[in-house]
T-cell receptor, first 114, second 113 residues
C-alpha cells in the first residue's frame, strides 16, 4: 500500500523555469493538499482540493497553480520559478475535509531554485 | 486568524527522561488538535489527535490532553528513547477543517543515549 507518492524527490531549477510536481494517492481519499515547509516557518498550505473537480487557495498560493486531474492525482505547477520558492513541498490527502480526519503525507519534494 | 505556538528547540534530552513539548493555540471556532511527527528525510505522520475538550489522545507512549480553558495541547512521554528523535508539529483544524490544517513551526527533539 503506497499511500501518497510524490515525484520527483529532488529538483534544481533555474529562475524563470517551469515545472510540475506530481502527487498521487491510492487510499480513495477525497481531499488533497499541497504544503510547503521552510526552516522556522512550519508548514504552510498552498492549495487544496476538497473533492474531485474543486480547488481552493490556501495561505500562500501566489506563484503556483494546481490541477486535480482525477480523484487520485493532484499536481502543483510553478510557471516561472523564483528563488523564494526554494522549499520542501509536501502533498497530503485525507478521507474528506473536516476536523476529525487526519492527513497522510507524502515523503516530499526538495526544490532548489537558483 | 488561527495560529499554533510551540517551543522550537532543539530540545535535547537523555534517554529515559520525561518529555514535555508545549503547544498553545488561537482559533476562532472549536478546533480539533493534532500532533504530527517527522523523521529525517520523511513526510509527516499523525501521532495523536483530540477532537473535544478534555479528550486525551495517545499513541506509542505519547499523550496530549485538549485543555480548552488554557488553549493548550502539550505533548508528553514518560520515558523517551533515541528512536523518538524527530521534529514534532502541533496542528489544529478549525471551521470544520475545510481549509486545511494550521501547523506550529515544529520542535526538533534530540535524544542522547
Amino acid at each position: 500500500n503506497a499511500g501518497v507518492t510524490q515525484t520527483p524527490k529532488f529538483q534544481v531549477l533555474k529562475t524563470g523555469q517551469s515545472m510540475t510536481l506530481q502527487c498521487a494517492q491510492d487510499m480513495n481519499h477525497n481531499s488533497m493538499y499541497w504544503y510547503r515547509q521552510d526552516p522556522g516557518m512550519g508548514l504552510r498550505l498552498i492549495y487544496y482540493s476538497a473533492s474531485e473537480g474543486t480547488t481552493d487557495k490556501g495561505e500562500v498560493p501566489n506563484g503556483y497553480n494546481v490541477s486535480r486531474l482525477n480523484k487520485r492525482e493532484f499536481s502543483l505547477r510553478l510557471e516561472s520559478a523564483a528563488p523564494s520558492q526554494t522549499s520542501v513541498y509536501f502533498c497530503a490527502s485525507s478521507l474528506r475535509t473536516g476536523a476529525n480526519y487526519g492527513y497522510t503525507f507524502g515523503s516530499g519534494t526538495r526544490l532548489t531554485v537558483v | 486568524g488561527d495560529s499554533v505556538t510551540q517551543m522550537e528547540g532543539p530540545v535535547t534530552l537523555s534517554e529515559e527522561a520525561f518529555l514535555t513539548i508545549n503547544c498553545t493555540y488561537t482559533a476562532t471556532g472549536y478546533p480539533s488538535l493534532f500532533w504530527y511527527v517527522q523523521y529525517p528525510g520523511e513526510g509527516l505522520q499523525l501521532l495523536l489527535k483530540a477532537t473535544k475538550a478534555d479528550d486525551k489522545g495517545s499513541n506509542k507512549g505519547f499523550e496530549a490532553t485538549y485543555r480548552k480553558e488554557t488553549t493548550s495541547f502539550h505533548l508528553e512521554k514518560g520515558s523517551v528513547q533515541v528512536s523518538d528523535s524527530a521534529v514534532y508539529f502541533c496542528a489544529l483544524s478549525d471551521r470544520g477543517g475545510a481549509d486545511g490544517l494550521t501547523f506550529g513551526k515544529g520542535t526538533h527533539l534530540i535524544i542522547q543515549p
